[in-house]
């Protein structure tokens, strides 16, 4: 028998848990556009290869908002679970950390590695 892939609601809440591992606090409005951002991304990974062309507007439209405002917000998240997320959950996931020291990863490589690890674990 296949096995069958996981309905939308348990890839919101496997996304919703791995980025709380990440240290992303969900008061932050970049918390939903990252979320958003992720299960789009795992569905279809052309959109990571243009994120502000692609992947932004789209959340934007479905957010009521600006594509410049989910970027920063989307960057705003990022930089915040970079600084007090979990380094051990980071290396696993990047192969880095801050403790490393290295720079944070970019909001398309950071959406990106979470958009594979989703469709790796789908």
Known sequence: MVAEKKS????ERYVSQLMLELGIPAHLRGYYYLREAVLLSAADMELVGSVTKLLYPVIARAYKTTLQRVERAIRNAIEV????GNPDVFE???????????ARPTNSEYIARIADKVRMDA
């Not at 939308?8 to 890839?11: A, H, P, Q, S």
């Not at 880095?96 to 290295?102: C, P």
């Open 81 to 84: 679970s970079w600084e007090r």
């Open 92 to 102: 696993e996931l990047f192969g880095f950390s801050r403790l490393t020291g290295s």
């Open 8 to 11: 939308t609601v348990e890839m």
